[in-house]
């Protein structure tokens, strides 16, 4: 009898790794789980890391597959936690779960489940990989609202052609449908949602023991002082809540907006127009890319782009600049198109590689040049 083909799979301790288990036994694969713990400080009860580990233990005995556990906290630190301190200190809004696929989960973990003897590794995220002509393309989930090849665009293609994603091709409902027929003891087990550092506890509150508070003027694009801000990095452009601005004298009663951000003066700059020039462009500039193929299409080509995950695609011309990095030129108008976030591009389900948003020209910077020729 020939011996099973190894999968070394990255359970979480929620149902969609728990599903993902399921089917690659069903397959006939050797399973073994690997559950990661990337964070360890958990003073005020906020972290389920714990909680996580004693469901993936039940799921494990449940399906009579083994376990191995895994602290990656120092690597999570220094290649993840550390590059978002320092981009909040730059006034930019980092995406951490990119990082963490590429540099834990699809690094250090991919490089521990090697070690491990996997032939394959898996994860349950919502995704799919297809091989064509010997290479690994990045393919959207069947499941459009749940799709995470947005997070997963760093992750080089030669990893990719050695991962396995056992639930990419079914729909969410699907995968709960599964866990309950199959009594898996993580079937009505609540999606996780925020950041992972820092789960459910408040923002700011977590981000106090890390980056000193600088309050300082919230000022209208007027320049008129209408409050003061805690500190520029709990704010990100476009956002309406957490502003504490209710009832300003003299203005209408109408939500306020982070239309900018004066690093200089230390001062947050509102506006009462969703709809503001500061907030919208139809040209950005990004870091360099990465390609899922290794390089890009040509230097100059149309795809869509994702400016954030939960946006719909927007049709673009993408050039090559010869810093390396991308001019991103969209057909419509986009709204807080955000510096730190990533533009992802696809081409159709495909998704090609994408970027971190560097600046942005707003209709406002337009009309500024206009207004000086």
């Known amino acids: 009898m020939s011996r099973a083909v190894r999968v070394v799979l990255a359970l979480s301790g929620g149902v969609d790794s728990a599903v993902a288990a399921v089917l690659l036994r069903d397959q006939g694969y050797d399973v073994h789980a690997l559950f990661m713990r990337n964070w360890d400080e958990d003073e005020d009860g906020y972290c389920t890391a714990a909680a996580d580990l004693q469901d993936a233990r039940r799921v494990c005995d449940e399906i009579d597959i083994p376990l191995h556990t895994v602290n990656f906290s120092a690597d999570y630190r220094e290649r993840v936690f550390a590059h978002f301190l320092a981009e909040l200190r730059a006034g930019r809004t980092p995406n951490p779960d990119v990082a963490c696929n590429r540099e834990i989960k699809f690094g250090a973990c991919f490089e521990h489940a090697r070690r491990l003897g996997a032939t394959w590794f898996a994860t349950g995220h919502y995704a799919r990989v297809a091989v064509v002509d010997g290479r690994a393309r990045l393919l959207r989930a069947a499941d459009r609202g749940k799709d995470q090849s947005y997070f997963l665009h760093t992750v080089p293609g030669e990893l990719l052609a050695h991962t396995i994603f056992p639930i990419g091709h079914l729909p969410k409902p699907e995968v709960r449908r599964l866990a309950h027929e199959r009594a898996l003891p993580v079937h009505d087990k609540r999606d996780s949602t925020g950041i ?13 023991h890390y980056l000193p508070a600088r309050p300082g003027r919230i000022e209208t694009t007027a320049g008129r002082v209408v409050g003061e801000h805690r500190g520029l990095m709990y704010y ?38 969703s709809d503001d020039p500061r907030l919208l462009c139809r040209e950005f500039d990004t870091e360099a890319a990465d390609w899922l193929a290794g390089t890009p299409p040509a230097p100059t080509f149309r795809c869509t782009v994702k400016a954030r995950h ?7 011309t993408v050039s090559l600049r010869p810093d390396g990095g991308l001019r991103v030129t969209t057909e419509l108008e986009q709204r807080a198109v955000t510096p730190g976030q990533s533009a992802v591009f696809y081409d159709g389900d495909v998704c090609l590689g994408g970027a971190v948003i560097a600046t942005t020209t707003t209709a406002e910077t337009d009309a500024t040049a206009a207004r000086k020729l």
């Open 236 to 273: 990100t452009l476009g956002q309406r809540q957490g502003l504490a601005l209710g009832g300003v004298r003299g203005a209408p009663e109408a939500p306020w907006y982070v239309a900018a951000k004066d690093l200089d003066r230390n001062v947050l700059i509102v506006t009462q127009r």
């Open 310 to 316: 939960r946006q719909a695609d927007q049709d673009c």
């Open 196 to 208: 992972c550092f820092i789960g459910e506890r408040p923002f700011a509150e977590f981000l106090a």
